[in-house]
T-cell receptor, first 113, second 110 residues
Framework: DAGVIQSPRHEVTEMGQEVTLRCKPI?????LFWYRQTMMRGLELLIY????????DSGMPEDRFSAKMPNASFSTLKIQPSEPRDSAVYFC???????????FGSGTQLSVL | DAKTTQPPSMDCAEGRAANLPCNHS???????VYWYRQIHSQGPQYIIH???NNETNEMASLIITEDRKSSTLILPHATLRDTAVYYC???????????FGTGTRLTVIP
């Protein structure tokens, strides 16, 4: 199994631009999570889905952030418009079911200039 | 979820056992202890978890005290590739928000 696949690996963009991060969970996993990691705040859960349905988005920082999971094998995290303070590593993770251990992708390093 | 306390950093000689402590004095009866680690530039990796009995797998052993207020993760023969930040997390059954905290930065020294 290829594991959780995230793209792009690195993204550099200018303030105000739209950014879309992509995630392919492990086949057969029913839960998907988006995390953000910064030096100041560590790893924070942004949102998670169970069976493609968003369960808890209370960690999404503001309306500029949105996440979708149109099917079991794909999810996106969009930031529009992006700001320099959004610079971070964004991780996607999936698990077999709601209460199982998480498998993380390699992350997307986002830099907003 | 209960909070955890870990030392910010530790060193371990290559080939020796690495013992990483975690304090979770406010843990409740339905909360599990999970350990993850994050190697530089990678996503976190699951290591092991337990409720009250000691657990062992191919990566590590988890020793939980009888009162469940603390635990120790043991890497029996540390290698250079075990250098990472190790996170001790307490999580309720049915909850999915893993609060990672700041963890322990383990450096394995040749």
């Amino acid at each position: 199994d290829a594991g959780v696949i995230q793209s792009p690996r690195h993204e550099v963009t200018e303030m105000g631009q739209e950014v879309t991060l992509r995630c392919k969970p492990i086949s057969g996993h029913n839960s998907l999570f988006w995390y953000r990691q910064t030096m100041m705040r560590g790893l924070e859960l942004l949102i998670y889905f169970n069976n493609n349905v968003p369960i808890d988005d209370s960690g999404m920082p503001e309306d500029r952030f949105s996440a979708k999971m149109p099917n079991a094998s794909f999810s996106t995290l969009k930031i529009q418009p992006s700001e320099p303070r959004d610079s971070a590593v964004y991780f996607c993770a999936s698990s077999l079911s709601f209460n199982e251990k998480l498998f993380f992708g390699s992350g997307t390093q986002l830099s907003v200039l | 979820d209960a909070k955890t306390t870990q030392p910010p950093s530790m060193d371990c000689a290559e080939g020796r056992a690495a013992n990483l402590p975690c304090n979770h004095s406010t843990i409740s009866g339905n909360e599990y202890v999970y350990w993850y680690r994050q190697i530089h530039s990678q996503g976190p990796q699951y290591i092991i978890h337990g409720l009250k009995n000691n657990e062992t797998n191919e990566m590590a052993s988890l020793i939980i005290t009888e009162d469940r207020k603390s635990s120790t993760l043991i890497l029996p023969h540390a290698t250079l590739r075990d250098t990472a930040v190790y996170y001790c997390i307490v999580k309720k059954t049915g909850a999915n928000n893993l609060f990672f905290g700041t963890g322990t930065r383990l450096t394995v020294i040749p």
